[in-house]
């Protein structure tokens, strides 16, 4: 089991940027997929982005593609999320997230191991 730990969240205004960081131990982290979700109160958990385990493959969620950006360091263990052009409904807890594969997709299914989340808040 890989523990994963998030950090980065915090409070911005609408337009600003945050960069959330993962860090993953216990596992090994490259031979998997990453991905990022996000759950705001009273809504389901909403995929965000995932990277394969090379970093060559990206997918986001329709709702952020064009203004996140996923990537990861392999030789440190670690996948981050750029957050651009912040809206007020991207207000969320984020949580980072290890696939089953070297490739995942889009359901919470596709992954086993979770951080316990990061808060974004942005104010309009």
């Known amino acids: 089991q890989v523990q994963l730990v998030e950090s980065g969240g915090g409070l911005v205004q609408t337009g600003g940027s945050l960069r959330l960081s993962c860090a993953a131990s216990g596992g090994t982290f490259s031979s998997f997929a990453m991905g990022w979700f996000r759950q705001a109160p009273g809504k389901e958990r909403e995929f965000v982005a995932m990277i394969s385990r090379s970093g060559e493959m990206k997918l986001y969620g329709q709702s952020v593609e064009g203004r996140f950006t996923i990537s990861r360091d392999n030789s440190k263990n670690t996948v981050d999320l750029q957050m651009n052009s912040l809206k007020p409904e991207d207000t969320a807890l984020y949580y980072c997230?290890?696939?089953?594969?070297?490739?995942?997709?889009?359901?919470?299914?596709?992954?086993?191991?979770w951080g316990q989340g990061t808060q974004v808040t942005v104010s309009s």
């Open positions: 997230t290890k696939g089953r594969r070297t490739i995942a997709a889009t359901q919470p299914s596709d992954y086993d191991d």
